[in-house]
C-alpha cells in the first residue's frame, strides 16, 4: 500500500534513501542539497536506519569515503549539488572504472562564478563524462522513484556504475509537492536484499588489490568496459522501469515524449522545466498547433537512436539546455542530439536555446516564444540566449 | 613486544619484485609496521611511490586488502573503509577485528592531503595513517614539500647561484597531529625496527584515530649509496634533526640519544646538502643546528613534567 | 619474451588483481652487486630479514635459510645491518664475479 503526502524533493529523497537503508553515507552540506544530508542525518540519530553516516569535511573526502566503503561490497550513498560536486570531479571517474554503484542525489545548481546557489545544469553536465549514470526528474515524484530503481540500475552486474539521480534545485529540491510513497516493505523487496559484490576490500583471507596503476599496456582495456556497461544500462535501465511499474504504477524510459506523436514542432528538455512546457503544448494544442515535447530522462547513457527515431517525423525541434558548454556551439544536450541526428535519414531542422543560468526563470511567455520561433525555424540562428539581457 | 622470531613467523604483507628503488625506505617502513600487527590488516595507499612503485598492473606487491584512491584522499578513503567494516560488524556480518593502516607520502600528508587526514583523525575513525615520510615529492621528481627541511635542494627549490635550497622550515605535522587530540601520535624512524615495531604495536592496541610519521630516507632523492638508508635515518635521530617520540593520551615519551650529534653528520652524507658545505654557508649551516636544538628543546619540555607552577 | 595480455574481455571487472602477484615479477637482474651469505656465520638474528626493503631474506621456521636472488636487488642494506664480528654473514661480492674470465 502506498501513501500520498506532501513532500519536497528533498524530503523525498532523504525518505527514498531511508527506504534504502544504506550501508554507508558519507556526505557534506551545500545548498540546495543540504536538507538531504540533514533529514538522513536525523535518520540515523533516531534510529530509523542502520547506515553508517561519515559526515565528511568535504565533498571530495565525501567522494573518497563513498570509494572506499563501496570497495567493501557495502551499499553506499551520497548527495550534493555544485561546487560540492566539482570538488567531488576528480573522484567520480575512479568510482566508475573501479566499477562501483555508488548513487548520488545530486540537485542541479550553477557553477561559481559569479557564486550563484540557484538551479541550471551546469554542475551535473560537467560530469556528464565521467562513467556515471545520469537521471534527470521532472518534480519529487521522478526523483524519489529513480533513486530507488537507481540502486538496482548500479547495482545489475551488466552495469555496475555509479548512478546519479538529479533534482533541479529550488525548484524541485525546495517546492512542496504531491508524492505517492510506497511502503517500507516493498521498496526493500524491490532493491532485493544485499548488495552483491564479487570481492570486498575486508575479505582478509582472499586479499586483493584494488585501484593499481595502469601503463599504456593496460589502462585502454580498463576504461573500455565502462563504455560497454554504460552501452548496456540501457536495457537495465528499461527493464528496471517496467518492473517498477508492474509494481507501482509509474512509468519511466530512458525519455518521455509528450504529445509527440503527431508533433510537427517540439521542444527537447530535461529536469522541471518539463512540466511548465507541458502547460504550454496543452494550450498550443486547444489552438489546433502540434506541438510536442521529448523529455530526456536519461542523459548516460545518451539514448541516441532512441532520440533521433523520436524526433524523425518533427518538422522543426528546439533543444532547450540550462547550461553551455562555452564552446560558442551550443549547450551539451544540444550536441549530443545533433550528433545523434547525423545518420538519420528523417531529421527536423534543430535549434538550441540556453536558458535558466543561475536560476534565471524560464516562465510559459518564453516557452510560447520558443515555439513559436519554430514555426519559422529556417529564419532562426542556431544558438540563442534565451531569457537574458542584452 | 614480540620477538622477530615472532614476526618472522607471520606472513610478510609485501611481496618481493616491486619497483621501489634498490634500497629504498619505503617498503622497510610498510613491512616493519605491518608485521607488527597480529590481526589482519587492510591497506589504503596514497598516490606516490610507494603505491606506484607496488601496484604496475598486473602485478601487487600487497599481500594484504589494498586500495588506492588517489593523491589526497587516503585520510578519507579509509574512512569510508572503516565505516563500512563498523556498519558489517554492527550487523553480524564481520566479527574478525581488522587494523586499518592509511600510507601517505608526506606530500599525500604534510600538503595536499591534510585536510582528509585532519578530517579522519577529529572524526575519531579506528584507523592508523602512516606517513612515510622521505621529505619531498619523490614520484614525480624530488620536488619540496611542506615536509622539506630548510637548505634540502630539490626540484622546485633547487640551489642555485643566489639561492640555497629549501629556505623555510619544515612544518611540524607530528605536533599537528598531537593538537587533534587523538589518542596516539609517534614520530620515529626506519633503522630502529624494535622502536617501530613496538610504536606499531601500541598503535594496533589502541581504538580510534592513530598517527605516525616515519622518516624514510629516500636514496634517490636524498643522494647516498642504497645501503646507508637505515644508517641515515639514525643519524637523524641521534642529531635530534628528527626526535622520535610518542604521545600517548597527550603524554610525550622522547627517545634520547647516548650523545646528541652535531647535525651537519646527518647534513653532510647527502646530495641533497651538499651545497651547504660550500664556503659562505657557514651561516645557513649554523642556523640549521640552532633550529634543531630549539626544536629539540622545545619537545623535551613537553616531556618534563611541570615543577613549581604552585607560586 | 613476448607475452600475450589479456584483452579487456577477459579481464576482471574493475582495476583489481589478487594480492601478491609482483612475486611473479623479477627484479634480481637490477643488481649489479649481490649479498653472499654465509651460513656458518650467521646468528639468525633477523636483522637482515625486518630491514630488508624487497622481502628477499628467506626465512624458515625462525631461521635465515638464504637469499632471494629473483627479487634481491643488491641495496646491500642487508650486509650493513648484519651484526656478525668481525666477519659478517654477509658480504657484497660483484654480480658477475668470475664471469668476465670465461
Ligand atoms: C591531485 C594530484 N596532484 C598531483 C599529482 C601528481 N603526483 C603524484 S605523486 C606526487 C608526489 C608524491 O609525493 P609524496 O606524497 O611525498 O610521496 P612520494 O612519492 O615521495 O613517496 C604528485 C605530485 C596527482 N597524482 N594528483
Ligand atoms: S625515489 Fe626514493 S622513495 Fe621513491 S622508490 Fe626511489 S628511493 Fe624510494
Ligand atoms: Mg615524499
Redesign the pocket.
Known amino acids: 500500500m502506498s501513501k500520498v503526502v506532501a513532500r519536497t524533493g528533498n524530503e523525498a529523497m532523504a525518505e527514498a534513501m531511508r527506504q534504502i537503508n544504506p550501508d554507508v553515507v558519507a556526505a557534506y552540506p551545500i545548498t540546495p542539497a543540504t536538507e538531504i544530508v540533514m533529514i538522513f542525518a536525523k535518520y540515523v540519530a533516531d534510529g530509523l536506519v542502520d547506515t553508517n553516516f561519515v559526515a565528511v569535511e568535504s565533498e571530495h573526502s565525501a567522494m573518497s569515503a563513498c570509494v572506499g566503503a563501496s570497495a567493501t561490497g557495502a551499499r553506499v550513498m551520497t548527495g550534493t549539488s555544485s561546487q560540492g560536486l566539482c570538488l567531488m570531479y576528480?573522484i567520480l571517474p575512479i568510482a566508475a572504472a573501479l566499477r562501483l554503484p555508488i548513487v548520488m542525489c545530486d540537485v542541479n545548481r550553477a557553477i561559481s562564478g559569479p557564486i550563484n546557489i540557484h538551479c541550471d545544469h551546469s554542475d551535473t553536465m560537467a560530469a556528464r563524462d565521467f562513467g556515471w549514470l545520469q537521471i534527470f526528474s521532472e518534480d519529487s515524484q521522478e526523483a524519489y522513484d529513480s533513486l530507488i530503481q537507481a540502486i538496482r540500475i548500479a547495482e545489475d552486474p551488466r552495469v555496475h556504475l555509479p548512478t546519479m539521480v538529479t533534482t533541479d534545485g529550488f525548484i524541485i529540491s525546495h517546492c512542496l509537492d504531491r508524492i505517492e510513497i510506497v511502503e517500507d516493505k516493498e521498496v526493500k523487496e524491490f532493491i532485493g536484499g544485499d548488495r552483491k559484490a564479487a570481492n570486498s576490500l575486508l575479505d582478509v583471507k582472499k586479499p586483493v588489490s584494488v585501484g593499481l596503476l595502469d601503463l599504456q599496456d593496460y589502462y585502454f582495456e580498463h576504461r573500455l568496459p565502462v563504455a560497454e556497461a554504460m552501452k548496456n544500462s540501457k536495457k537495465v535501465i528499461l527493464e528496471v522501469a517496467e518492473e517498477f511499474a508492474k509494481k507501482f504504477g509509474r512509468k519511466y524510459g530512458l525519455y518521455e515524449g509528450y504529445k509527440l506523436d503527431d508533433a510537427e514542432i517540439a521542444i527537447v528538455a530535461l529536469g522541471s522545466t518539463c512540466g511548465t512546457a507541458k502547460v504550454v503544448i496543452d494550450e498550443l494544442r486547444a489552438k489546433g498547433i502540434k506541438a510536442g515535447m521529448l523529455k530526456i530522462r536519461v542523459f548516460r547513457p545518451f539514448p541516441a537512436e532512441e532520440i533521433a527515431q523520436a524526433l524523425a517525423n518533427v518538422k522543426a525541434v528546439a533543444v532547450l539546455d540550462r547550461s553551455d558548454m562555452w564552446a560558442g556551439q551550443g549547450g551539451q544536450v544540444f550536441t549530443e542530439i545533433r550528433s545523434a541526428l547525423f545518420e538519420a535519414v528523417k531529421k527536423p531542422q534543430l535549434l538550441n536555446y540556453i536558458y535558466g543560468l543561475g536560476g534565471r526563470e524560464i516562465d510559459q511567455p518564453m516557452l510560447r516564444s520558443v515555439f513559436t520561433a519554430l514555426q519559422s525555424a529556417e529564419k532562426q540562428p542556431l544558438v540563442q540566449y534565451l531569457g537574458v539581457r542584452e | 613486544m614480540a620477538s622477530l622470531k615472532e614476526l618472522a613467523t607471520r606472513k610478510d604483507p609485501l611481496t618481493g619484485g616491486h619497483r621501489m628503488c634498490p634500497g629504498c625506505g619505503?617498503p622497510i617502513v610498510v613491512r616493519q609496521i605491518l608485521l607488527a600487527s597480529k590481526d589482519p590488516v587492510v591497506v589504503v595507499s596514497?598516490?606516490?611511490?610507494?603505491e606506484v612503485s607496488t601496484t604496475i598492473f598486473p602485478y601487487s606487491a600487497w599481500n594484504v586488502p589494498f586500495l588506492h584512491n588517489?593523491?589526497?584522499n587516503a585520510g578519507a578513503t579509509m574512512s569510508g573503509v572503516e565505516a563500512a567494516y563498523q556498519n558489517f560488524k554492527k550487523k553480524g556480518k564481520i566479527d574478525q577485528h581488522i587494523n586499518f593502516v592509511a600510507f601517505?607520502?608526506?606530500?599525500?600528508t604534510y600538503d595536499?592531503g591534510l585536510q582528509s587526514l585532519s578530517g579522519a583523525m577529529e572524526r575519531g575513525h579506528d584507523l592508523t595513517y602512516v606517513c612515510?615520510n622521505?621529505e619531498?615529492?619523490?614520484?614525480?621528481g624530488v620536488q619540496r614539500?611542506g615536509a622539506t627541511p630548510r637548505g634540502a635542494n630539490t626540484t622546485t627549490e633547487p640551489a642555485g647561484k643566489v639561492s640555497q635550497g629549501k629556505v623555510q622550515w619544515r612544518k611540524d605535522l607530528t605536533e599537528i597531529m598531537v593538537a587533534h587530540n587523538i589518542p596516539y601520535v609517534a614520530q620515529g624512524i626506519i633503522g630502529n625496527w624494535s622502536d617501530l615495531t613496538r610504536k606499531a604495536e601500541k598503535a594496533f592496541s589502541i581504538r580510534g584515530p592513530k598517527f605516525m610519521n616515519i622518516l624514510q630516507p629516500c636514496r634517490l632523492g636524498w643522494g647516498y649509496r642504497p645501503d646507508a638508508t637505515l644508517e641515515l635515518a639514525r643519524l637523524a635521530f641521534e642529531t635530534c634533526a628528527w626526535p622520535v617520540y610518542e604521545v600517548e593520551n597527550g603524554v610525550y615519551k622522547i627517545s634520547k640519544p647516548k650523545e646528541k650529534k652535531p647535525v651537519i653528520e646527518y647534513l653532510k652524507p647527502q646530495d641533497r646538502f651538499r651545497h651547504l658545505f660550500k664556503p659562505g654557508n657557514e651561516a645557513l649551516l649554523a642556523d640549521i643546528q640552532a633550529e634543531v636544538d630549539r626544536r629539540w628543546g622545545q619537545l623535551l619540555a613537553k616531556e618534563a613534567p611541570r615543577q613549581g607552577s604552585g607560586q | 619474451m613476448s607475452e600475450v595480455k589479456p584483452g579487456w574481455k577477459t579481464l576482471p571487472e574493475g582495476d583489481i588483481v589478487k594480492g601478491g602477484t609482483a612475486a611473479e615479477f623479477k627484479t634480481g637482474d637490477w643488481r649489479s652487486e649481490r649479498p653472499v651469505w654465509f651460513p656458518e656465520r650467521c646468528i639468525h638474528c633477523m636483522f637482515c630479514w625486518i630491514s630488508c626493503p624487497d622481502s628477499s631474506i628467506v626465512v624458515k621456521d625462525g631461521k635465515m635459510t638464504g637469499i632471494d636472488y629473483d627479487h634481491c636487488k643488491g641495496c646491500g642494506i642487508c650486509v650493513k645491518e648484519c651484526p656478525v664480528k668481525p666477519n659478517k654473514a654477509l658480504e657484497m661480492k660483484p654480480e658477475r664475479e668470475g664471469s668476465c674470465q670465461r
Open positions: 576528480e | 619505503a596514497a598516490t606516490g611511490c610507494l588517489a593523491f589526497e601517505g607520502g608526506d606530500g599525500g595536499i612515510y622521505n619531498a615529492y619523490m614520484n614525480t614539500s
